[in-house]
């Protein structure tokens, strides 16, 4: 061996190993960050008297969360996240939401909560705040303290839409002016404080009568309370019930001779309506239709009216047929997109850089564009822009019928607190 292939081994004996540890130590070139899965939890009725709203809902959210999964998953600061969606039953009673939850965050390991709609505000948030699970949640019928509940959003907005609701009832309706207000006993315990007032403005401001009527939770037999609203000049009838409630009411008003329009707080189910009450007692039933695509006063980001319009595809190649049921896009669906878009714009999902990030922020939606405000009527951040849209029955089938939107959530609280 020469002398220049002597230094030559000797150099490479030296020089190999010390490449091969640099680059080792290296890291590589445009690898991806590694993906990461968003555990949620959602709480729906898929048992007792709602239930036909949570196990309808469960199939719109699934196909929502998968066509996200499919188009790459969230992007939240230099993370990509896929989303898991991990289902509780609340049963639409506080006490099954509330062991609901405690599944969803300890054995299940669920960072947010979505979706809930339920009457157990006050059994579910001592579950999600101790442990910093944000919940949101919709407004109505709740006793909320800003001090204890500091992981709270509410995101549907439904102790303000129902006067929305009802004006743009009696605007379809302007040759009717005396509107009665049901519901049960429980819901006129819960807002009469407020009825007066209320009552007061909607007659002087708008030209509308209100009369009240309540019934006991488990009426099946409304017979007695429709004679009473007749006795008082209705003309047409608000339910803040459930949909059995809704179906038997029209049904049995049909029988006694009256053809009164009925509104009611949720979306209108025809099929199961029809199979209820009857296709010709169901005419004229209207209820929440928060559509995206059919919304004429509230404009929806292009982002989100593209995905209602992909989720509607793929409901109809998945399940062989049409989307019908939109109270998804109200609920769970429009809860998740103010979850992603607060993630994405936090850059974490650190529960309390979250809320800071929420507070006061403006969000596009499914159904508009959101801020979260509310500080007279609740303290701490609640949604307003919802559009307050609703559908009536004609024929086969629930269509738009027209809009009041909600546009902020303490606008009612100034109005009725105004001498």
Known sequence: MNCNKAVFYAVALIIIPCILTISACSPAVNTPAPEKTLKLGCLMPFSGPAATYGQRGRYVADVYVELVNEDGGIKIGNDIYKVALNWGDDQFAPAPAAAAARKLIYDDGVIAIVGYIGPGFSALSPVTNPEKVLLISRTGGIIYNPKTDPYVIFGTPTGEITLNQALAIMKAHPDLHVLAWTGTMDDRRISESAFEMVDKRLEKE?????????????????????????????????????????????????????????????????????????????????????????????????????????????????????????????????????????????????PDIMMKTFKGGTFDTFLGTYTFSGTKTYGAPVVFGYPCAMGVIKGDDDVYMGEYPLTDADMWYDYFNTK
């Open 206 to 350: 708008f030209g509308i009568k209100s009369v009240r009527v309540y019934y006991p939770v488990g009426t099946t037999n409304f017979t007695p309370y429709l004679a009473k609203m007749a006795e008082q000049g209705t003309e047409v009838i608000f339910v803040g019930g459930t949909i059995l409630d809704v179906a038997l009411m029209a049904k049995q008003r049909w029988q006694m001779g009256y053809k009164w329009p009925i509104g009611q707080t949720s979306d209108n189910l025809p099929d199961v309506l029809f199979g209820i009450c009857g296709k010709d007692a169901a005419q004229g039933i209207m209820g929440n239709r928060t559509v995206p695509w059919e919304l004429k006063q509230v404009k929806v980001a292009q982002k989100y009216l593209d995905m209602a319009q992909k989720i509607k595809d793929r409901y109809q190649q998945k399940y062989g047929k049409p989307l019908t049921d939109n109270g998804p896009f109200s609920q769970v669906i429009t809860h998740l997109s103010q979850y992603f878009e607060c993630a994405q714009r936090a850059g974490t999902t650190d």
